[in-house]
């Protein structure tokens, strides 16, 4: 729960989406955004559960090269992160139109979170190394992505909550890239956290 907390709490391409869907479509639209970015994260945790699981328990090999691989895309993703404090907002940027109607603020959030990459290095590198040795894999990485989405959810319910109190403070551009540096941090945290994990 604690690294799920971390991983919501590093602004980014949700983060920024939800913002904006709070400060430009209101409180009820944004919360029908977030149930659209927790399934997704549900579905990222059940695709790893039946297919990562089984390629897991049978090679350590695979493990670890995805292991690696998700380490570089964090760390590649940190430094361009970085590099994007060249641009007024740096990449915490929540201009434009928000997604109005349950329909299209629900699809948004689920699309949103599914091609994220966070959440699928996430949820195919990390939540496996929580699931107790003497737990079925499958399950574990299921039952985890569920506590992973509530987590995260209640991160996202607590920023709309207070998102009007915190407009005026969000549209300076120093505070904005004040986040994107935080996140770049964030990433490369993650990163290093992976990278020090030992497989099941």
Do not use: C
Not at 77 to 97: C, N, P, V
Not at 183 to 198: E, N, R, V
């Amino acid at each position: 729960m604690a690294t799920a907390f971390l991983l919501a709490m590093v602004p980014g391409q949700t983060a920024a989406m939800m913002l904006r869907q709070a400060i430009v479509g209101g409180t009820k639209v944004a919360f029908t955004t977030l149930l659209g970015t927790s399934g997704a994260l549900v579905v990222w945790g059940a695709a790893s559960s039946v297919g990562l699981s089984q390629i897991f328990a049978h090679s350590h090999a695979a493990y670890t090269a995805l292991k690696y691989a998700g380490v570089a895309f964090l760390t590649i993703l940190a430094i361009q992160t970085l590099w994007s404090l060249r641009k007024e907002y740096g990449r915490f940027d929540y201009d434009g139109t928000a997604k109005t109607g349950l329909g299209p603020a629900f699809r948004l959030g689920l699309i949103t979170n599914l091609t994220n990459v966070k959440a699928a290095v996430f949820a195919v590198a990390f939540v496996p190394q929580f699931v107790p040795t003497d737990f079925n894999l499958g399950w574990g990485i299921f039952l985890l992505s569920i506590v992973w989405a509530l987590t995260s959810a209640s991160w996202y319910a607590f920023l709309i909550s207070v998102i009007g109190r915190a407009t005026t403070t969000l549209a300076k551009p120093k505070v904005r890239r004040l986040l994107t540096a935080f996140s770049s941090l964030g990433i490369l945290f993650l990163a290093a956290t992976l990278l020090l994990t030992s497989p099941r």
